[in-house]
């Protein structure tokens, strides 16, 4: 399985996790290769994020807060992958996996997520 690139930008950064307190030190996280189950997520700055599923790339558009969730996902921005798979739909079912997903690395790192 062959972990897609990252577009070359600015400030992409990666956050295993942020603490409840808002505390925004950034641990760690294997970027070289997709997380044990399969898929991995890249946190771009304060606002949105990459998740990563085998060879397949797709941007969320999602902010973090402070507060009790850490981070708020607008499901409604995942629509297609990047290049060369955007002709693949992401129909409803694969929508919730993608944001259980997601919701479950927020969580690995003891923090939850707001689903709008």
Same mark, same amino acid.
């Given at each position: ?5 990252? @577009?070359?930008?600015? +400030?992409?950064?990666?956050?295993? *996790?942020? $603490?409840?307190? +808002?505390? !925004? ?10 997380? @044990?189950? *399969? #898929?991995?997520?890249?946190?771009? *700055?304060?606002? *949105? !994020? ?7 790339? !797709? #941007?969320?558009?999602? =902010? ?11 499901? $409604? ?10 002709? =693949? ?5 694969? $929508? ?6 997601? $919701?479950?690395? #927020?969580?690995? +790192? +003891?923090? =939850?997520?707001?689903?709008?």
């Amino acid at each position: 399985m062959r972990r897609p690139k990252l @577009p070359k930008e600015r +400030g992409i950064s990666s956050y295993p *996790g942020l $603490r409840r307190d +808002g505390d !925004l030190r950034v641990r760690e996280h294997a970027r070289t290769k997709p997380q @044990p189950e *399969g #898929f991995s997520v890249t946190i771009r *700055g304060r606002a *949105g !994020l990459w998740y990563a599923e085998g060879d397949h790339l !797709l #941007f969320v558009d999602s =902010e973090l807060l402070v507060g009790p969730a850490a981070c708020v996902v607008w499901s $409604r921005s995942i629509k297609a992958w990047e290049p060369p798979y955007e002709a =693949e739909t992401i129909d409803s079912a694969k $929508r919730q996996s993608i944001l259980e997903n997601i $919701r479950r690395w #927020f969580r690995a +790192g +003891g923090n =939850e997520i707001e689903i709008d």
